[in-house]
């Protein structure tokens, strides 16, 4: 139960949204002749008289933000009065609402996205790299072959060269 006459500020928790009041007017001469109005603003589109000299007002399950509460008092001879008492009564969102995780789960997410399309990538480019080398090593392979046929190629010519000479030398001697 609240005590309106201590405080005039109540700060919750957001598991703490459930809120109920006890309040009556005063008037020594008729007490039972009273009556109270009041208005949660933001939950009541108007005033709620209350049916006794005692009134009583429950909030179940508010949701988190501030709200401020108006009493009004009517003493025995019905005269209301001028200005509302108010309370306020803020409640807090979850932690999971407020602006810091909010902020934190964000980053969090972005980085884990980056994370994995920078891994993704990073793979893509190893693979790339791996078979750039594997066909680099294969064009060497190649060029070592082709090197090894020329060479091949320009003994067996020489050889041949040099034979075919040796015949014509020795077939213009024999003519």
């Not at 139960?1 to 405080?7: D, E, G």
């Not at 919750?12 to 009556?35: C, E, G, M, V, W």
């Not at 790339?128 to 046929?149: D, P, V």
Request: net charge neutral; proline share 5%; glycine share 4%.
């Amino acid at each position: 139960i609240l005590v309106p006459q201590f405080k005039e500020t109540y700060d919750l928790p957001y598991k703490q949204n459930t809120i109920s009041f006890d309040f009556h007017a005063i008037d020594y001469a008729d007490p039972d002749a009273t009556r109270v109005k009041y208005q949660l603003v933001g939950v009541d589109p108007e005033y709620i008289e209350s049916q006794s000299a005692k009134g009583f007002a429950r909030y179940a399950n508010l949701p988190h933000g501030c709200y401020t509460l108006l009493l009004l008092g009517a003493n025995a001879d019905g005269h209301w009065n001028e200005t509302p008492r108010a309370i306020e009564i803020i409640i807090h969102p979850p932690y999971y609402l407020t602006w810091w995780f909010i902020t934190l789960s964000s980053l969090t997410i972005i980085s884990l996205i980056y994370w994995t399309v920078r891994s993704y990538y990073r793979r893509k480019l190893t693979k790339k790299n791996q078979l750039l080398r594997e066909q680099a090593l294969i064009i060497k392979n190649q060029q070592a072959i082709e090197h090894e046929r020329t060479r091949i190629a320009s003994e067996m010519h020489d050889d041949l060269g040099s034979g075919l000479t040796t015949i014509r030398y020795l077939s213009d001697k024999a003519l």
